[in-house]
């Protein structure tokens, strides 16, 4: 079954980077983008960006470009997400999510990752 | 950006009522609405896509309709299992665009 495993929880200093990982398994990984989002505690979901496996290619929310950074390495099926110049407000639960286009019915994410929360605090 | 509003921001409900939960796009998305659930400290599940369109292995006690810029998910015959968080999501152009949560609680 199609399965996203994210790494651990991470605490961190403000002003430092983080890479967060999720690796696929149970389907072709360059079939179907990565999505990643952001919930803060208590918060709503809010979209990061998604990148094309299979073509490296990458699109970003306008309020998360310089933040995040998406890369993917195929040869493991595994996305990574880079958060640089952290702050007390990038605390949050970061999910990564298997994401396409269903066509007219819209882009969609229907696999998630069980989330990879980041602390940050001096 | 598509602004997605959704109503209620929480809901009580006792077990086998039936809940209608809405949402509002700030321009028409022709369909391309999503639904999540998510129970408390676990990820987002996919429940349906396309406005309408009922995930596979979801029960058919859950249902979306709408058109335009209105849309709304019902659930009927509340199990134990439904109660959770619902939202949202434009999926019909970027940014990808989330509700702002309906927190349904048992009564």
């Known amino acids: 079954q199609v399965q996203l495993q994210q790494s651990g929880a991470e605490l961190t200093k403000p002003g430092s980077s983080v890479k967060i990982s999720c690796k696929a398994s149970?389907?072709?990984?360059?079939?179907?983008?990565i999505s990643w989002i952001k919930q803060r505690p208590g918060q709503a979901l809010e979209w990061i960006g998604a990148?094309?496996?299979?073509?490296?290619?990458?699109g970003y929310n306008e309020k998360f470009k310089g933040k995040a950074t998406l890369t993917v390495d195929k040869s493991s099926s595994t996305a990574f997400m880079q958060l640089s110049s952290l702050t007390p407000e990038d605390t949050a639960v970061y999910y990564c999510a298997r994401s396409g286009g269903y066509g007219s019915y819209g882009y969609v994410m229907d696999a998630w990752g069980q989330g990879a929360s980041v602390t940050v605090s001096s | 950006d598509i602004q997605m509003t959704q109503s209620p921001t929480s809901l009580a409900a006792s077990v086998g009522e039936s809940v209608t939960i809405t949402c509002l796009a700030s321009?028409?998305?022709?369909?391309?609405l999503v639904w999540y659930q998510q129970k408390p400290g676990k990820s987002p599940q996919l429940l349906i896509y396309g406005a309408t369109i009922l995930e596979d292995g979801i029960p058919s006690r859950f249902s979306g309709s709408g058109s335009d810029t209105q849309y709304s998910l019902k659930i009927n015959s509340l199990q134990p299992e439904d109660f959770a968080s619902y939202y949202c999501?434009?999926?019909?152009?970027?940014?990808?665009?989330f509700g702002s949560g309906t927190k349904l609680e048992i009564k």
């Open positions: 149970g389907y072709t990984f360059t079939s179907y983008d």
């Open positions: 999501q434009n999926g019909l152009s970027t940014p990808l665009t």
């Open positions: 990148i094309n496996p299979g073509s490296g290619g990458t």
């Open positions: 321009e028409d998305i022709y369909g391309s």
